[in-house]
């Protein structure tokens, strides 16, 4: 795969060169009125089935809708007019919306959601990572608009999690094959502003707007998801015209380079919009590792300092993240809070491990302490070319400071198998991201297969603990912001999440498109509200 | 001569086994718990120690390893690959179309490549040592020598963006076949036009044309008897270049966006789907062997030796 990648880019290098300086001209993204977007993706949008994990997240968006909606100003009704949430926190009534039918004219009504929210649970093994399913214990029907979700104890995130694009959203009763979906369904019917009206198997699908959308109707009427090789034959294709948006994608790649996207800007036909923050990209170092010099907070602290993450978010990463001081951004749900910088500071750094009894002996260029050598391991994932040069250019800086780091790359699945096993004194991971931050990342902390090992080291883990225990069952929200302040202060003390780049996504749009936003997920763009001029 | 085919089709079956085992096993020796690649293609979030047991048992990976490869091995014989990790779909359902739409492009190339390359070699042939001979067997090096995904995005940026012709990706219309049939004519004419060549120049040394000129025969007929000649030699040859370009159309396939066996492969690589991996190295493997049997035998036919030997 290495090598398909390799001949894109030098593909795109040797049409650099022979092209030379493109004229506006050639890059013709169809100067006539555009009526539909069509946009290019690596992947099939798969089986549509909101139930699984196998379909494309983007396209589950348009046609399936869930309960609630998370937006920058918290949770917001959306097939739900309203709710009430019994004092205990156990109780959740929701009214729903009366206008709203599905694709195939179905009604949407209790006795759905009902339906769906069993369908969901009846395959409880699979949607373990969700804390809410393994917390609901009854869905029942009220009246025909009225539905009550009773759950064993009160959990805070249950409207977060209804919110998210899978798996608590709607499909048609008509499409259950013998009253569930775990095995499969018949149809793809399901609320939202488009329809799913054509589909080829890894070549195109086609989404209709849904003229009867509670919403009132999308003003485009096509959206058509196109399956194109990333890079090269992207690029060719945006330049003609015939695909005329792209996206990062749900896996969080993006199809086109830098490079590509400047030159397709600056023709005039196309725009860049970038989102704010959505992730934060970090090295975890293990606290637990008891022989390591990692499980030290000076050490960890003085790593923090070495790192230079201007240049690594401005040269390594082309200037397509922002730098991350703190574990979460700021504009991430109760994750405001007023941390301390650690700047690029190579002084400080040696000042700190001098202080902590790491010196340099005459003559090495590695520091000593009690006979030990200060040298660590960082895993990076060996499919990610970034990472590895991150891993190098954050090596030849920790030297500079007296810190000698090896730098493994390994699969993916196999870093995750460390993360769980405490095999690993430093590795790259990232957040779980908008929506799921900051309660999926921070109940990951007590997670064995998470990172129970990267934070179970430090001096006030059970403190820490504990705090994570309340913030998930408190009702009380001014509490719920006090305890995540005092958890991310007391992990961002402890330097356990080494915080260097921000993602955001990335959305390559025709000049003339209006109204491109992005929701408080990275799986999912609100396509109804887009328009041409 | 019955007997002769009988023998290379029973020497083809042992050899199917041992590829069809070493695709197997290498795919089983992947340092990873296929129970987990299956879940990771299904896109599921975390993966418990439940789930993976579950998993196991309903794909019956909990078996012996000999069992699971057996099972495989006569599901495969009835065209049944088992299911898509990712999609859960049939991998013929999958694989069916994909092929065809690869074979489509494999037929209309080799097509070309077979006019192209008999018109060149005789070209050559008859104009041997001159400058048309030494021009085209230059161009024809320096084409065969650029590499095809550079020559694709080329065309793609001239034909299709610059000069707004033809699609740019796809398979709509014949139109869409112009550009990578041409690329792959390119690529590969230039090799098969010198073997045609070669065994044309052999055959124009022979005693029958010299007999047939002293005869008094037109040059026409003897033009003809010569070329009969010389594309059976070449004729095994033009056997063995179908599954060549078979398994080469993934490049192609890719900067095309073609719907073939080559991108559906590339992306069952990137999500780790082993069931279409398997299966696609099994087809052009048996794609391989068949081809090659096939122009064993026609060789065999037009040379009795041959099949004396085995």
């Known amino acids: 795969m290495m090598f398909v990648s390799f001949i894109v880019l030098i593909g795109r290098v040797l049409i650099a060169c022979a092209g030379g300086e493109e004229s506006d001209a050639d890059i013709e993204a169809s100067t006539q009125a555009q009526e539909e977007i069509v946009y290019a993706t690596a992947q099939d949008i798969n089986d549509m089935n909101p139930h699984l994990y196998t379909g494309s997240m983007p396209a589950q968006g348009m046609i399936y809708e869930s309960l609630v909606e998370n937006t920058e100003e918290g949770i917001k009704p959306l097939l739900a007019e309203s709710w009430e949430i019994s004092d205990d926190g156990t109780v959740y009534t929701f009214h729903l919306r009366e206008d709203v039918t599905f694709h195939d004219g179905e009604p949407f009504n209790a006795e759905a959601v009902k339906k769906n929210i069993e369908a969901v649970q009846a395959n409880a093994e699979t949607h ?74 890894d070549e195109y699908a086609t989404f209709t707007a849904h003229d009867a959308y509670w919403g009132g109707e999308p003003a485009i009427e096509t959206i058509t998801s196109k399956v194109l090789p990333a890079g090269e034959t992207t690029f060719l294709a945006l330049q003609k015209g015939e695909v005329n948006f792209v996206f990062t994608d749900d896996r969080g790649v993006d199809t086109l380079d830098v490079e590509a996207i400047d030159q397709l800007v600056a023709s005039g036909a196309y725009q860049l919009i970038r989102s704010d923050a959505m992730n934060t990209k970090m090295i975890v170092a293990n606290s637990s590792q008891d022989e390591s010099p990692v499980s030290e907070r000076a050490v960890r602290e003085a790593i923090w300092h070495a790192i230079d993450r201007e240049t690594i978010a401005e040269e390594i990463l082309d200037g397509s993240e922002t730098v991350a001081d703190t574990l979460f951004s700021s504009n ?98 990232q957040t779980w991201g908008l929506a799921y931050d900051p309660q999926s990342t921070i109940a990951a902390f007590t997670s064995e297969a998470s990172y129970l090992h990267t934070t179970s080291g430090i001096a006030e883990a059970d403190t820490l603990y504990q705090k994570i225990e309340e913030v998930m069952v408190t009702t009380d929200e001014d509490m719920r912001q006090n305890l995540y302040g005092d958890i991310l202060t007391i992990v961002h003390d402890e330097a356990v999440f080494i915080p260097i780049s921000n993602g955001s996504l990335t959305v390559v749009a025709p000049a003339e498109l209006e109204g491109v936003s992005f929701k408080q997920t990275q799986f999912e763009l609100p396509f109804e509200h887009m328009s041409f001029k | 001569m019955g007997r002769y085919i009988v023998k290379r089709v029973v020497i083809a079956i042992p050899m199917l086994l041992i590829i069809s085992f ?8 992947a340092p990873l718990d296929p129970a987990e690649v299956v879940l990771k293609a299904q896109g599921v979030p ?117 000069l707004d012709l033809l699609p740019t990706n796809g398979m709509t219309s014949y139109q869409s076949y112009i550009l990578p049939v041409t690329v792959i004519v390119i690529s590969y004419a230039g090799i098969y036009f010198r073997n045609v060549r070669t065994s044309m120049i052999s055959n124009l040394n022979e005693d029958y044309v010299l007999y047939g000129r002293a005869c008094g025969l037109p040059e026409k007929t003897i033009t003809i008897h010569i070329l009969r000649n010389s594309l059976q030699v070449a004729m095994s040859i033009f056997g063995m270049a179908v599954p060549i370009i078979l398994g080469s159309t993934v490049v192609i396939e890719n900067v095309f966006a073609w719907p073939g066996l080559g991108s559906l492969t590339v992306r069952a690589i990137l999500s780790r789907d082993f069931p279409i991996i398997q299966a696609y190295v099994l087809i052009l493997a048996v794609a391989f062997i068949a081809f090659n049997t096939l122009s064993d035998i026609i060789t065999a036919a037009m040379n009795p030796k041959i099949r004396n030997d085995l």
């Open chain 1, 332 to 429: 991430i749900m109760y994750a405001d809070v007023d941390l301390d910088v650690r700047s690029f500071d190579l002084e400080k750094a040696t000042d700190i491990l001098d202080e902590a009894g790491w010196l340099l002996e005459d003559g090495s260029n590695v520091r000593m302490k009690d006979g030990n050598t200060l040298t660590m391991t960082l895993y990076y994932d060996s499919h990610s070319s970034s990472q590895k040069t991150q891993a190098e250019f954050i090596q030849a800086t920790l030297i500079e400071a007296g810190v000698q780091l090896e730098i493994v790359g390994e699969e993916s699945t196999s870093i995750a198998n460390r993360r769980s096993t405490g095999e690993y004194e430093l590795l790259f991971n």
């Open chain 2, 46 to 162: 975390t993966i418990t120690d439940e789930l993976m047991a579950q998993t196991k048992e309903e794909l019956g990976m909990d078996r012996l390893f000999i069992v699971q490869y057996f099972n495989w091995l006569i599901a495969s014989l009835q065209l049944d690959f088992g299911s898509s990790y990712v999609t859960g779909k049939p991998v013929w359902s999958l694989l069916g179309p994909a092929f065809l739409n690869t074979f489509k492009l494999t037929i209309v190339s080799s097509f070309f490549i077979i006019i192209l390359s008999i018109l060149l070699g005789v070209i050559c042939a008859l104009q041997e040592g001159r400058v048309m001979d030494k021009s085209i067997r230059g161009v024809s090096f320096f084409l065969t020598a650029i590499p095809s995904y550079w020559l694709a995005s080329m065309m793609i940026w001239f034909v299709s963006v610059k």
């Open chain 1, 128 to 201: 373990a990572w969700i804390k809410l399913s393994t917390q609901i214990e009854d869905c029942r029907v009220v009246d025909e608009y009225t539905v009550e979700l009773t759950l064993s104890e009160a959990y805070y995130p249950t409207l977060v999690e209804l919110s998210m694009t899978r798996p608590y959203v709607f499909i048609s009763p008509n499409d259950f094959i013998d009253g569930e979906t775990k095995e499969g369904v018949s149809g793809f019917h399901g609320t939202g502003p488009y329809m799913l009206t054509d589909h080829k198997v």
């Open chain 2, 22 to 29: 070493l695709t197997f096993l290498f795919i089983n020796l």
